[in-house]
């Protein structure tokens, strides 16, 4: 969501309002729901005002002048308000009572909120995987294979290839190696600490990416 980008992206936003907008906001636009009554668990009218007018008060206003943003903040005086009696940890259901937030197997409960989990996040299904992994693979022998080819090549007619324009060719094919060997790192050791710097997934996409994705990521772009 770009709200909850600006929030972790800009310098401008201050450490205590990133600490309780950005939880608020993702409970806010993703709600999570009890499966058995199909009651979804709302972030509080206290909360929301505490945020506007104390904690991101600057924030808030900043965003409310700006015609991309305006339409996305919530009226605080739309959701529920939460009774004297609920503790922290308790959140106003869509019927008006009181419910104990519980985390899927997909997120984290940090604090009183369920954040997507980076260590267990999965974009395919079982099978899905299965296939993935085996074109990952495929892809991967392919690339040593015709790599491997051209460096033999190159090294029994170096003197006509290492000249421009074909020592291009051998970029390429030096890049393309570079690029294999970090893919098979990451199926060999499908270590979390290769892909996640943080606990929560949108931490780790949106600010703070670890080494190995950035280096795959640079070489794979350049």
């Known amino acids: 969501d770009s709200i909850t980008s600006q929030l972790l992206t800009n310098s401008l936003v201050s450490s205590e309002c990133k600490k309780s907008g950005l939880p608020f ?38 965003l409310s ?3 991309q943003y305006s ?5 605080c005086n739309n959701l529920p308000c939460r009774p004297d009696d609920c ?27 369920c954040l997507p989990s980076c260590s267990r996040f999965r974009v395919n299904t079982d099978s899905g995987q299965i296939a993935e992994d085996f074109f990952v693979y495929f892809a991967i022998v392919m690339c040593f294979l015709s790599t491997s080819v051209y460096y033999a090549l190159v090294y029994k007619r170096r003197k006509a290839l290492l000249k421009y324009p074909t020592i291009l060719i051998l970029y390429i094919n030096i890049l393309l190696s570079i690029l294999a060997i970090a893919v098979l790192i990451g199926k060999v050791y499908p270590d979390n600490g290769l892909y996640c710097s943080h606990s929560d997934f949108l931490q780790t996409v949106l600010a703070e990416p670890t080494a190995y994705c950035m280096i795959s990521g640079v070489t794979f772009q350049f």
Do not use: A, M
Request: proline share 7%; with cysteine; glycine share 4%.
């Open 25 to 62: 906001l993702c409970q806010y636009f993703f709600p999570p729901c009890i499966h058995e009554t199909s009651n979804i668990l709302l972030p509080s009218r206290q909360d929301c005002f505490k945020l506007q007018i104390d904690t991101c008060k600057v924030e808030w206003t900043l």
């Open 65 to 67: 002048l700006l015609p």
């Open 71 to 75: 339409s996305l903040l919530p009226d």
């Open 87 to 113: 503790e922290e940890g308790q959140y106003i259901q869509t019927n008006g009572s009181v419910g104990t937030l519980q985390c899927t197997s997909l997120f984290t409960q940090v604090d009183c909120f």
